[in-house]
């Protein structure tokens, strides 16, 4: 076994040795021969036919032919850029890992996308947005792999591909795409009423951004972090842009879909490119790690849950600049490949459903779309840190390595590779974090804490003040009247009524349906504590 070469601590990603398109240097084939015309196929005679020999003609059409990848399943669309991520040190009393303390600095690249629509959709449109951030540590690399909306759509990963199913475009005439309005986007939310949390912040403005530059990010599900004694603590990422938070109005983000369908692409390539880097600071919420896993009644592994910021407050560990534009997008924001599993020690997972089956989508995903399991010897996917693993050969495999025992132990390569503790001090191994498993059935379903749909919609709703509610009523207004089932209409207007009659009688009349009563008892006061609740929280400075 031996260490992988070109794994250095270098920043950005790493050029390969050829040289790309090098000025004043003659044209070549992929073989490196000199080309004294590439614009004439090689014919029998001025008139053809062509000659099955021209190879310079095959390898450049062949090529070409392959240039496609299979583009993302879900966040198709994206745009990346590069920076740096500097800690405060405020992290460092709870969790061991080193970019988290004071000063230091670690290399990022981070890809802001929509959800739904395919590369080449536009960017405005109403939507979830990605917020995707590779931060390139000396200890690994850490994704945290969020959205700019803190809570999702679903409970169980295996409710995904639904989810993703009724709101990717119809099969018969692949429309409509990237819009939420249409039917059975609006059958499954009214039949999934786990559903009506995400719905809530994507038709309020938080749906249509006015920039990435002025977006929240969240990390969504709860992770667990370990401080250097062991102490653990459970905590929710948020990213806050130092520009705040800015939306478009509807208007705006119609006339930016047509007259500039790169409209956020464009803008957060030129900040960078003028030098008005976008800024945020990394927070995060920290929970107290007790065996329930609750916090003011909420279930921290309820990824359709909120704490609100009143109960818990966002704690600053960290600031990332933003202040390079990726030089090539294919190589960069397209093979770039993010996984919620990617972590380093001192950053663990927790029991979160939705969290678990991301753990394993990411990768599958990935051997397909980068074609094979070693994408991550790209570039742009290549750790700071070094690297000695034990995986070989494979598909696109890049590194020529040495030795004759990729196992462990081994008594053939000098005992290498040897685990952290066995002779490497230097480095802290990455330690599952030891967990008591209830001794359980198994079993299918959902822990009755799970159960409340509605009353943390019914919160965030009248948190909006009377011109936002008023863009939510439009907006579900506008886009259930995209949707022809009127059965599917009259049972989304039932979610409405159980999270706030005015909202649901607004929308009832702009459909022109009558608006019903809830049938749904929301237990308020037990599950959507009043802001003036404090306390149990883990104060970190
Ligand atoms: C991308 C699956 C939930 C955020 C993807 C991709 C898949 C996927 C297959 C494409 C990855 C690629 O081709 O590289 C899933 C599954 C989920 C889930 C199965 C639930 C079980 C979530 C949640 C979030 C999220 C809850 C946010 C917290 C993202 C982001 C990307 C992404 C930001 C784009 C990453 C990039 O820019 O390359 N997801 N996802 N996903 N997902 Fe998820």
């Not at 800024?279 to 896993?293: A, K, S």
């Not at 608006?515 to 400075?541: F, H, K, N, R």
Request: with cysteine; net charge negative; aromatic share 8%.
């Amino acid at each position: 076994s031996t260490p992988t070469p070109e794994a250095s601590g270098e920043s950005g990603p790493k050029q390969s040795a050829r040289p790309t398109h090098p000025q004043g240097t003659a044209l070549t084939t992929s073989q490196g021969t000199p080309l004294r015309d590439t614009d004439h196929s090689l014919k029998a005679g001025p008139r053809g036919p062509i000659l099955l020999q021209d190879h310079h003609l095959r390898e450049k059409i062949t090529h070409f032919d392959h240039e496609r990848i299979p583009e993302r399943v879900v966040h198709a669309r994206g745009a990346g850029a590069h920076g740096r991520f500097i800690s405060y040190g405020t992290g460092s009393r709870i969790c061991s890992a080193g970019f988290l303390a004071e000063g230091v600095e670690t290399p990022v690249f981070v890809r802001f996308s929509t959800v739904a629509g395919s590369r080449g959709s536009a960017d405005t449109v109403r939507d979830t947005r990605g917020f995707a951030t590779k931060f390139y540590t000396e200890e690994g690399v850490f994704d945290l792999v969020g959205n700019n909306i803190p809570v999702f759509f679903i409970q169980d990963g295996i409710k995904f591909p639904d989810v993703v199913h009724s709101v990717k475009p119809h099969p018969d005439l692949e429309i409509p795409q990237a819009q939420s309005a249409h039917d059975t986007f609006w059958d499954f939310v009214s039949e999934h009423t786990q559903a009506q949390a995400h719905t809530m912040w994507f038709m309020s403005d938080r749906g249509i951004p006015r920039s990435y530059r002025m977006m929240e990010g969240f990390g969504v599900h709860t992770f667990k972090m370990v401080a250097p004694d062991g102490t653990t603590s459970l905590v929710k990422f948020h990213w806050k842009p130092r520009l705040g938070v800015h939306s478009l109005v509807w208007e705006e983000a119609l006339l930016a879909n047509g007259a500039d369908p790169d409209f956020h692409r464009r803008d957060l390539a030129e900040a960078i490119k003028a030098g008005a880097f976008p800024e945020w600071e990394l927070g995060v919420q920290v929970f107290e790690d007790n065996e329930e896993q609750m916090f003011e009644g909420i279930d921290l592994l309820d990824p359709t849950k909120f704490v609100p910021e009143e109960l818990a407050p966002v704690q600053l560990i960290g600031k990332m600049v933003l202040d390079r534009n990726p030089a090539n997008y294919f190589a960069e924001t397209e093979q770039v490949a993010f996984h919620p599993g990617h972590l380093v020690p001192g950053i663990d997972v927790t029991n979160d459903p939705l969290l678990q089956v991301r753990l394993f989508s990411y990768i599958d995903t990935q051997i397909t779309r980068l074609g094979g399991p070693n994408f991550s010897q790209l570039p742009i996917n290549l750790p700071h840190a070094p690297v000695n693993d034990m995986l070989r050969d494979g598909m696109h495999q890049t590194y020529v390595h040495e030795g004759i025992a990729p196992y462990h132990p081994n008594s053939l390569d000098g005992g290498c590779p040897f685990m952290a503790g066995e002779g490497d001090n230097i480095r802290p191994p990455f330690i599952d974090v030891p967990e008591h498993v209830a001794e359980a059935l198994k079993e299918r379903g959902n822990p009755v804490s799970f159960e409340d749909h509605f009353s943390q919609v019914t919160m965030f709703y009248r948190s909006l003040d009377t011109q936002e509610q008023l863009h939510v009523q439009q907006a579900y207004s506008f886009e259930l009247g995209k949707c022809a089932s009127e059965q599917v209409r009259k049972r989304q207007l039932q979610a409405l009524a159980n999270i706030d009659a005015g909202l649901c009688a607004a929308v009832a009349h702009e459909l022109g349906l009558p608006a019903p009563e809830a049938d749904t008892e929301v237990p308020e006061s037990e599950l959507c504590p009043s802001v003036s609740q404090m306390g149990g929280m883990w104060p970190i400075d």
